[in-house]
């Protein structure tokens, strides 16, 4: 997986429409010769298929001050809206949780993307939820502690906050390289 962020989406868009990855690749990597930099892409090319490209919007996010770090762990919890109320539901009963334990030193950040492309009622999903952790000792204890414990009122309001989603998948991941 790859991901690119960008300040806004007028820049994501315009990327797309040029997709200057070989002046990307010249910043990067100043010292390479052309040949060089033609053998890597190369190389990319046939190590993966870009059969999917998904685009989507930081719609909320916990407030820390998480250094995303080679290493770092991330689980991407795919999901399909079901109702209207999904991101507020998000946002008013799960934000505050994930924000607990993001105090707590439990996990580095938690945050809610809104798919932009593709979209409709084909779409495999609509949103991602995404939690970042450290590395895995932090994730094995996050997961062992099963995230902690929730009084009465937030497990009754988690129970109906689930209805408005339909749970597709959970990904992990690990940041392998950064390039900026």
Same mark, same amino acid.
């Given at each position: 997986?790859?991901?690119?962020?960008?300040?806004?989406?007028?820049?994501? %868009?315009?990327?797309?429409?040029?997709?200057?990855?070989?002046? +990307?690749?010249?910043?990067?990597?100043?010292?390479?010769?052309?040949?060089?930099?033609?053998?890597?892409?190369?190389?990319?090319?046939?190590?993966?298929?870009?059969?999917?490209?998904?685009?989507?919007?930081?719609?909320?996010?916990?407030?820390?001050?998480?250094?995303?770090?080679?290493?770092?762990?991330?689980?991407?919890?795919?999901?399909?809206?079901?109702?209207?109320?999904?991101?507020?539901? =998000?946002?008013?009963?799960?934000?505050?949780?994930?924000?607990?334990?993001?105090?707590? /030193?439990?996990?580095?950040?938690?945050?809610? %993307?809104?798919?932009?492309?593709?979209?409709?009622?084909?779409? +495999?999903?609509?949103?991602?939820?995404?939690?970042? +952790?450290?590395?895995?000792?932090?994730?094995?204890?996050?997961? =062992?502690?099963?995230?902690?414990?929730?009084? %009465?009122?937030?497990? %009754?309001?988690?129970?109906? /906050?689930?209805?408005?989603? =339909?749970?597709?998948?959970?990904?992990?991941?690990?940041?392998?390289?950064?390039?900026?």
């Amino acid at each position: 997986m790859t991901v690119t962020l960008f300040a806004n989406l007028q820049d994501m %868009l315009k990327s797309i429409n040029s997709l200057d990855v070989y002046g +990307y690749a010249k910043k990067a990597y100043p010292t390479k010769t052309d040949k060089d930099l033609n053998a890597m892409f190369d190389k990319t090319g046939k190590s993966r298929d870009m059969a999917n490209q998904v685009l989507f919007k930081m719609v909320d996010q916990t407030k820390s001050d998480f250094d995303m770090k080679v290493g770092t762990i991330a689980t991407l919890d795919i999901m399909k809206q079901l109702d209207d109320s999904y991101e507020k539901v =998000e946002s008013e009963i799960f934000k505050p949780w994930h924000q607990q334990m993001v105090d707590q /030193g439990k996990k580095g950040n938690w945050g809610l %993307l809104r798919a932009i492309l593709p979209a409709g009622s084909e779409a +495999y999903a609509s949103h991602i939820t995404f939690s970042m +952790y450290k590395d895995e000792a932090q994730l094995a204890a996050f997961m =062992e502690d099963s995230g902690g414990t929730m009084d %009465l009122t937030t497990q %009754l309001a988690v129970k109906e /906050g689930l209805k408005t989603r =339909e749970d597709k998948e959970v990904k992990f991941a690990r940041l392998i390289m950064t390039v900026k």
